[in-house]
Nanobody, 120 residues
Framework: QVQLVESGGGLVQPGGSLRLSCAASGGVFSISTMGWYRQAPGKQRELVARIFNRDTTNYAASVKGRFTISRDNAKNTVYLQMNSLKPEDTAVYFC??????????????WGQGTQVNVSS
């Protein structure tokens, strides 16, 4: 089955940086859109950034200019470089892959989530 495995979360001080990675595996041929979402305690999951298959990107207003999303299609991997982190960026970050063509057909998938804590 298709799996998304995230890495790179952790604890960082305000103003610091983290880089998240998410790799898709399990008979994947291609992925249309890859993105990162986040969910803080007591809040709904929200879009952070997405990258489409021709490298067009869009970002939430709250992270624009601080976060950069990129992808490596050969590795079916998406990255999120997070700079100038703020306490309000604290959340569980989820990777999403949409329009995944694999041995199992066409589908959308989520990672298990990785915790990001921004605190002094």
């Amino acid at each position: 089955q298709v799996q998304l495995v995230e890495s790179g979360g952790g604890l960082v001080q305000p103003g610091g940086s983290l880089r998240l990675s998410c790799a898709a595996s399990g008979g994947v041929f291609s992925i249309s859109t890859m993105g990162w979402y986040r969910q803080a305690p007591g809040k709904q999951r929200e879009l952070v950034a997405r990258i489409f298959n021709r490298d067009t990107t869009n970002y939430a207003a709250s992270v624009k200019g601080r976060f950069t999303i990129s992808r490596d299609n050969a590795k079916n991997t998406v990255y999120l470089q997070m700079n100038s982190l703020k306490p309000e960026d604290t959340a569980v970050y989820f990777c999403n892959a949409a329009g995944v063509r694999s041995s199992y057909g066409l589908g959308d998938y989520w990672g298990q989530g990785t915790q990001v804590n921004v605190s002094s």
